[in-house]
């Protein structure tokens, strides 16, 4: 028999929770895909390059607040304040929120602020269950909330009631934002800066699509998607300028954005004062609330179930032609997660997690 190189490539899970937003560490796993290449084909085999992971996020997240890239701390931030609106994304995205809100909760205690609450950025994404919320949120945190008085929200992007009207971009996007985070004083988003097909997540994006209506989101998308300029790790175009734009006039204070390696392990926590370029007109320039209408332009909802995001994070070179062949192991993890298994829906009751409060 021919000398054979087993081969391993990592990929992203099917289920971000299970990567590194999972509160019990006992359900994180991770796929890979196996191969046999002959040697005489192989001519690398190339793995990133990757520091260590922090050996504690919370406190790494926690020295990121007292230290931030630019502006004041986000303790000083506070100072003075009397309610604050956390933003977390949604039940697609690994970023460890169990891990880092605890940091984000010391400072509102501490500053004495009683009128807080978590908003769970899902955009048009349906909501979390309630089994989605304690791994996201974190069991201890849901505590803790219930303790304060911290109510819990998620986006409602067709319920007209909920959302707060703040005018119409530059670029002509109708902004629709969620209350919750709108009456806000200081308004904080909790993400993670990684590369996707639009550009780059965090910051903004928290805000658009994370908690605007349906309205505001189907608008930007169907302008701005099919510019050449919207493209994966994209730190510039019309898109990304209107979510920003979005967020100014939200007035989205603070970022605490996360970086995870490729096995969703934290490797940086960076926080930093939002920056405020000049703002688009704004409620105070019209003169009326329009008439809210559904929109008739539909774009397909992108989803991390997808298989175009189950990217490979380990690269090899193989030679033209060459055969190669998938292990039996990996023939069975990829027979069994070709379909993405989809959550029961949820019903929109009082009780539901879209209007749960945990006060």
Not at 55 to 75: D, I, K, M
């Amino acid at each position: 028999m021919a000398d054979v190189q087993r081969l391993k490539i990592p990929y992203e899970s099917l289920d971000p929770l299970t990567i590194g937003a999972a509160d019990d560490e006992t359900k994180i796993y991770r796929e890979q895909l196996e191969l046999e290449v002959p040697s005489a084909n192989l001519l690398a085999a190339i793995y990133p390059d990757e520091p260590e992971p922090v050996s504690n996020a919370t406190e790494e997240a926690r020295a990121a607040l007292e230290n931030p890239v630019s502006g004041p701390t986000f303790a000083n931030l506070l100072a003075g304040k009397q309610s604050v609106a956390v933003v977390i994304d949604n039940q697609f995205r690994p970023t460890p929120a169990s891990k880092l809100l605890p940091a984000v909760f010391d400072a509102i205690e501490e500053a004495g602020i009683t009128d807080a609450c978590v908003i769970t950025g899902n955009g048009k994404v349906f909501p979390l269950s309630e089994s989605d919320i304690e791994m996201k949120v974190g069991r201890e945190n849901l505590d803790r909330m219930e303790r304060l008085g911290i109510a819990l929200h998620q986006n409602d992007p067709r319920n007209p009631k909920v959302y707060t009207y703040l005018g119409v971009t530059s670029r002509g996007t109708p902004v629709w934002v969620h209350s919750e985070v709108v009456k806000r004083d200081v308004k904080i988003a909790i993400g993670q800066a990684q590369a996707n097909h639009w550009g780059y997540g965090g910051g903004g994006k928290l805000i658009m699509p994370g908690v605007c209506s349906d309205e505001t989101i189907e608008s930007n998308h169907c302008n701005f998607v099919p510019s050449p300029q919207t493209h994966y790790g994209a730190l510039a175009g019309p898109m990304r300028s209107d979510i920003d734009e979005i967020a100014t006039m939200t007035g989205l204070d603070y970022t605490l954005n996360v970086l995870l390696d490729t096995r969703g392990r934290s490797s940086r926590s960076s926080a930093a004062r939002t920056p405020r370029p000049t703002a688009a007109r704004s409620s105070a320039s019209t003169t009326s609330t329009p008439t809210r209408t559904r929109s008739r332009r539909r774009v397909r909802p992108t989803s991390r179930f997808a298989a175009s995001s189950r990217q490979p994070t380990t690269c090899f070179s193989i030679r033209a032609g060459a055969a190669c062949r998938p292990t039996s192991s990996s023939r069975t993890a990829a027979r069994s997660s070709t379909r993405a298994p989809r959550p029961a829906s949820t019903p929109r009751s009082a009780t539901s997690p879209a209007s749960r409060s945990w006060t």
